[in-house]
């Protein structure tokens, strides 16, 4: 626990061990809200994790409530059944990017449009509108221009809105057509449903991105992968341990006093969980720096968050993930950057960070 | 609970003395080696008056 100063010039803890960052997350008098919102300590200009979000009163009920509706869509088993299909699209994408004259941009090939017609078949959102919610997407994450950001957050909603009325006159076997249906507002329902048209695409995105540049920085791990499949799910776990896209952490407030690792955090103080770091704490993981898919660390990585808010699509983007790292390197054994890694391009004005464009040959 | 650590968190030095985010990092995909410094540091507060 650090005492830092945000981007914003703000005070805030920060949480960098790995037994702290877990118990920040469990710890139900850290939420996303905070008790006097105006006066609460601002992360950044971000829209989506600036500052304080929600009511501290309603919080644990909406939040609970959320969960409820939109758990059971993504439940592992259900992710599970979906593999095969996500194996045909992975093998569609990599077929057409075989057919094109390297160098190609493997995030505009492959990395994006793979997450991507994943989230909207799911949801049932048009593959056609992608370049549409895809340009809202970039815009809401500019961490820059608040303004910017914030009206590209409205339009999304807006653009669900429609999506939710159209699954109510004509329902399909897709999750907005069970959300339209749902007992709540619309402007909750619309809300909801553009924040998982969001959170489905950017992470995963940048997580296929990383896991290659990890991997083609590591041969002999690559090799090791390439000769024995059945190592895939260590790979995408310790890929997920060591991907840092978009330099920031995850945000709360203390609703009361609270002790963590030793100090004791005021009510109303922000709290900072990094799990980038907490990823790479030596204690847990030893040499941390080091990527190494014969780790024996089974789903202990911090990446998905952990305990009351874990990622709801953790097992979307596994399944996803074990699908691109079994097949990428087999189909195209000689794949390899294009340029070198320092000149590929950081999208730093993005939250969820990633490169601007991955160039390969093979 | 040793109040002496406790009582670090009410005060409130001048944040200008505080480690500025973002952390900068050499090289994407490394994690900035401040956190690695935080880290070996666990539990110790951070600067402080007198500190
Ligand atoms: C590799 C890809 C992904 C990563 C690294 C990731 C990471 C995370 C993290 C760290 C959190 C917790 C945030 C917090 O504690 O404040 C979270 C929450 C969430 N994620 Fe993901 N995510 C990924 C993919 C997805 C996908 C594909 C979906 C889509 C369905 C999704 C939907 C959500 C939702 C709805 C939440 C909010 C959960 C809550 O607040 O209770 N994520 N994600």
Redesign the pocket.
Known sequence: MTRVRTQAGDFAWLVSGYEEARQA?ADPRLGRSAPDPDRAPRISDSVLIGGPRGDVETEKAE?ERM?RM?VPA?SARRMSALGPHVQELVDGLLDRMAEQPPPVDLREAFSLPLPVLV?CELLGVPYDDRAYFRKLADAMTDLADRERAGAAKAELTGYTREILAGKRANPADDVFSDMATMDASDDEIASLAA??LF??HE??VN?IDYGVLLMLSNPSQRDALIADPSLTDAAVEEI?RMAAPGNHG?PRYAHEDVIIGGVTIRRGEAVIIV?MSANRDERIFPEPDRFDIGRRIGEQQL???YAA?Y???AS??RVELRSVFTTLFRRFPTLALAVPVEELVEREASLTGGFTRIPVTW | MDDRIADHSTDQSDPADLPRLPFERSNPLDVPEMYRTLRTTAGDPGPHPGG
């Open positions: 997350f939040h969960r939109l993504f989230i924040g998982l959170a489905g992470t995963t997580r997920l995850l799990t990446s998905f968050g808010r990622c709801i699509g979307l983007a």
